[in-house]
């Protein structure tokens, strides 16, 4: 009782921004908290019969037999396969040797030593017999080494605000993984839901960089209405080239996933994808220019809205010119090898351009690029309003 009174009595004497900072925390706590709950996955049960599979870690004890070789054709990458005994380690099968077969080619697997750990996928038949193949090399620990060498430059190099930085994109990442992903394959509204989690992700981070301030709440009112400009374009390019969700790489995936009743909604996975991939870049143009007018109304309080509309739209074109190349670029780069594929097959400029690639692509790019744009004006337009009739 004693703790309780004493922490009021600490939290009372906190000024009233930082009362607000940690009432929308917690409230933003509890929303994370109470969504993943729901919308956490059912444990699946063991199958009693019929045939089944199961993801399971292993690790490698004996090497029966090992046909890899490298191959110059391809660049001296491994192909061919190993008979393996392995130990379980997860499972129902855990504390158990068996029999595995790793095959090894350029676009899979990778050859195996003794104690190298493996994700193996176990299959289990009606029998009774099961056959365990290696699914992939246990990556977990070199990414979590790399994953830490992120997290230590970034907070040598941006100190407290880069601690906060790494702080909201773990809520950012745990947010996407725990509640949409899981929402929409529960068949929650994909573009509804979506929206919602960029409006949710945007203010929580917000609100861990900065606090809550005049600066904060305009590039979030920003933030939401250059990500609901992105959308509507992206809506009426998808109808204009006549393509949805079903068009995309990896779709007929998703689609099996569909079929098999999962009832998650295709169609608006590609505008979800724009909005997830811009959410970052029209953050950083929002609050950068809310920064921007804030400092020019600090250095002359006199100015009016017109004035402090034109100092920040003069900064923000200088943003929208570097920023949509980055996103073009990144979108292009992470699709590098796909676009080699197409290149390869010497189509003509009209048959390229009907591609569903191409067009995926020109919805996906220029529709991020539309909300990091009119990010600029309309993030401007509610700073210079706000901050032209602030009352110091």
């Keep these: ?40 996955p059912e444990k699946k049960e063991d199958a009693e019969y019929g045939d089944y599979a199961h993801y399971e870690t292993a690790v490698v004890d004996t090497i029966l037999k090992d046909t890899c070789i490298t191959d110059e054709t391809l660049e001296n990458n491994y192909r061919g396969e190993q008979m ?39 299959s289990t038949y009606a029998d009774g017999t099961t056959r365990a193949t290696v699914y992939e090399y246990a990556r977990l620990v070199p990414i979590a080494i790399i994953v830490l060498l992120f997290f230590a430059a970034t907070i040598a ?40 989690i ?30 609901a400009m992105a959308v509507l374009f992206a809506c009426l390019a998808q109808y204009l080239l006549r393509i949805d969700g079903y068009r995309m790489e990896n779709a007929d995936a998703i689609l099996i996933l569909r079929q098999t009743g999962t009832p998650i909604g295709i169609k608006g996975l590609m505008t979800a994808g724009v909005m997830i991939s811009a959410l970052g ?35 923000g074109r200088d943003i929208v010119g570097t920023m949509t190349n980055t996103l073009i670029l990144a979108l292009l780069g992470s699709s ?7 290149y390869s097959l010497g189509l003509e ?38 901050y032209a009739n602030k009352k110091d």
């Design 1 to 40: 009782m004693k703790g309780v009174l004493f922490s009021m009595e600490k939290f009372s004497k906190f000024t009233r921004e930082n009362k607000l900072v940690i009432i929308s925390l917690l409230a933003a706590l509890l929303i994370f908290l109470g969504c993943s709950y729901i919308l956490r």
């Design 84 to 122: 393996l005994i392995v130990s379980v380690k997860s499972g129902q099968y855990k504390g158990k040797q068996m029999q595995a077969f790793n095959y090894v080619g350029p676009l899979y697997g990778r050859p195996l030593s003794v104690g190298d750990k493996c994700t193996l996928i176990i």
């Design 157 to 196: 190099v941006g100190g407290k605000n880069g601690a906060k930085s790494l702080v909201g994109l773990i809520i950012t990442v745990l947010t996407l993984f725990m509640i949409l992903i899981p929402a929409l394959m529960k068949g929650a509204p994909t573009l509804l839901t979506t929206f919602a």
């Design 198 to 227: 960029c409006v949710y992700i945007s203010a929580v981070t917000y609100i861990i960089m900065d606090g809550i301030k005049t600066k904060t709440v305009c590039a979030w009112i920003g933030t939401i209405s250059g990500m």
């Design 281 to 315: 870049a029209v953050m950083d143009t929002a609050i950068s220019l809310s920064s921007a007018v804030q400092e020019v109304h600090e250095a002359n309080k006199e100015l009016k809205q017109r004035a402090l509309f034109k100092s920040g739209m003069n900064i």
């Design 336 to 342: 590098l090898v796909l676009v080699i594929y197409i």
């Design 349 to 386: 400029t009209h048959q390229l351009m009907s591609s569903s690639y191409v067009a995926c692509e020109v919805v996906s790019t220029i529709s991020s690029s539309i909300g990091v744009a009119l990010a600029v004006p309309l993030t401007t337009l509610i700073s210079s309003i706000a």
